[in-house]
């Protein structure tokens, strides 16, 4: 979920072995069920340099300015809707919700590369859809190997 991590924090993002995670927890913002998950960052954004950007922030969060008094639910959605204004230049078919598509197409993807049902709600934050779903767990180390599987995005 994009709007998810637009309220991370410095401290979300860790290296956990070989690769990165970012912890997505409603300590920093809303979260989808109120639940905090660890989402793998993807290799290419390793590459590109998020993980050094990260580490020269200030404390606190990376990508919005909490209120004077501490909230970040306004700054949250004003930076929601700058990212969805962007998108929509870019996609301009006014079916596709610019902010829920990255969900459709993280989905699409991850189906197109193979990557269990399970690991990809895991991932998203959804809850499993069959009971035996519910069984066991979805580790760091499987999300991480089903998100070294999706493609690299063009930039530029």
């Not at 639940?35 to 606190?60: D, K, Q």
């Not at 499993?128 to 779903?133: D, H, I, K, L």
Request: hydrophobic share 40%.
């Amino acid at each position: 979920r994009g709007v998810e991590m637009v309220q991370l924090r410095k401290q979300d993002v860790r290296r956990e072995g070989q690769g990165w995670v970012s912890l997505i927890t409603p300590e920093a913002g809303t979260v989808k069920n109120k639940e905090a998950r660890e989402a793998p960052l993807h290799p290419h954004l390793v590459e590109l340099g998020f993980p050094a950007f990260v580490e020269a922030s200030a404390n606190g969060h990376i990508f919005l300015t909490p209120s004077v008094k501490g909230g970040v639910r306004g700054p949250w959605m004003g930076l929601k809707n700058r990212i969805g204004d962007f998108v929509r230049e870019v996609v301009s078919d006014i079916r596709v919700a610019p902010n829920h598509a990255w969900r459709h197409l993280f989905k699409t993807l991850g189906r197109e590369n193979d990557i269990q049902e399970r690991v990809l709600d895991a991932i998203c934050g959804h809850a499993a859809s069959t009971e035996g779903g519910k069984y066991g767990e979805v580790t760091l180390k499987a999300k991480a190997k089903a998100m070294e599987l999706f493609p690299r995005f063009k930039i530029g």
